[in-house]
Structures are given as structure tokens and as C-alpha cells.
């Protein structure tokens, strides 16, 4: 049984993009529609200055 490999890349601030981690994916043979990215890494889902 062959195993399937999956990539993750994260881009965490507007500084930074995905090119090189995506060259890296595709370095180690990792098809294109396996790579999910992650655009939002690192951010929060709630806003910190709401009041709860």
C-alpha cells in the first residue's frame, strides 16, 4: 500500500506569500491539489477588545 502525502502551507502576515513553501511542496512531489494554505494563520476568530 503506497502512502499518500499531504502539504500545509501557512502565510501568517500580508509580508509574507506562499511561493516559497509551495516550491518546497512541489520539491518533494507533493501534487498541487494535495497542499492546502492556510491564509489566515496565526489570527484570532474573536475579536479581544469585545466584552463577553
Known sequence: MDNKEFGY???SSKDQNEARQLDSMY??????????IDNKA????????TKL
Not at 520539491?27 to 492546502?36: F, K, N, Q
Open 9 to 11: 502551507v501557512s502565510v
Open 27 to 36: 520539491a518533494l512531489g507533493i501534487d498541487e491539489r494535495d497542499i492546502h
Open 42 to 49: 496565526g489570527k484570532t476568530s474573536i475579536d479581544l477588545n
